[in-house]
Antibody
Framework: EVLLVESGGGLVQPGGSLRLSCVASGFTVSSSSVSWVRQAPGKGLECVSVIYGGRSTYYADSVKGRFTISRDNSKNTLYLQMDSLRAEDTAVYYC???????????WGQGTLVTVSS | QSALTQPASVSGSPGQSITISCTGTSSDVGGYNYVSWYQQHPGKAPKFMIYDVSSRPSGVSNRFSGSKSGNMASLTISGLQAEDEADYYCSSYTSNNTLYVVFGGGTKLTVL
């Protein structure tokens, strides 16, 4: 059974940093494409980053230069390092597996990031 | 990235059918057969409902169906049930950004 479990969210001041984790089971992250998708309170879904099986990484313009996606194959875990956080980064962050052509078949339960002073 | 356009809300009575539209461009919905739909109940993660425009993942009720014509995709739910009340999001592969995915703004389905 495929399972994704996020952690690491919390309250952080503007300009601060957080590292989110997503532990995967039931599949191998090193051979899959996995994305971080966020949802601001009361808003829609926005993909902010993806890491492909070949290690290529991409980012939304809104987070480029501030967020870094990575993975630890030995732990089958995905990470999102978030620096220089802004109020507009406040959202629930989901990790999601890409089954093909940017279609997401499994999602984690989400972790809430709140950026506020 | 510009979002795909969905109606903010739709409603229907139990047993009826409803359709949610998702309008994009030739760079996304119209150019690729990689449209997917997600159901999201309040406080829950999105659930994968439709992929490749009209395919259903294992375990998804056949009351849910997808289609596409030109730059517009549609999700139809037949035999509406109370548990179908949720937010629905479409997404599409796109050539317009380096993440290659764009989502719709979401549609709130109310079962009357």
């Amino acid at each position: 059974e495929v399972l994704l479990v996020e952690s690491g969210g919390g309250l952080v001041q503007p300009g601060g940093s957080l590292r989110l984790s997503c532990v995967a089971s039931g599949f191998t992250v090193s051979s899959s494409s996995v994305s971080w998708v966020r949802q601001a309170p009361g808003k829609g879904l926005e993909c902010v980053s993806v890491i492909y099986g070949g290690r290529s990484t991409y980012y939304a313009d809104s987070v480029k230069g501030r967020f870094t996606i990575s993975r630890d194959n030995s732990k089958n875990t995905l990470y999102l390092q978030m620096d220089s956080l802004r109020a507009e980064d406040t959202a629930v962050y989901y990790c999601a597996r890409d089954i093909s052509w940017r279609q997401f078949d499994y999602w984690g339960q989400g972790t809430l990031v709140t950026v506020s002073s | 990235q510009s979002a795909l356009t969905q109606p903010a809300s739709v409603s229907g009575s139990p047993g009826q059918s409803i359709t949610i539209s998702c309008t994009g461009t030739s760079s996304d919905v119209g150019g690729y057969n990689y449209v997917s739909w997600y159901q999201q109940h309040p406080g829950k993660a999105p659930k994968f409902m439709i992929y490749d425009v009209s395919s259903r993942p294992s375990g998804v009720s056949n009351r849910f169906s997808g289609s596409k014509s030109g730059n517009m995709a549609s999700l139809t739910i037949s035999g509406l049930q109370a548990e179908d009340e949720a937010d629905y999001y479409c997404s599409s592969y796109t050539s317009n950004n380096t993440l290659y995915v764009v989502f719709g703004g979401g549609t709130k389905l109310t079962v009357l």
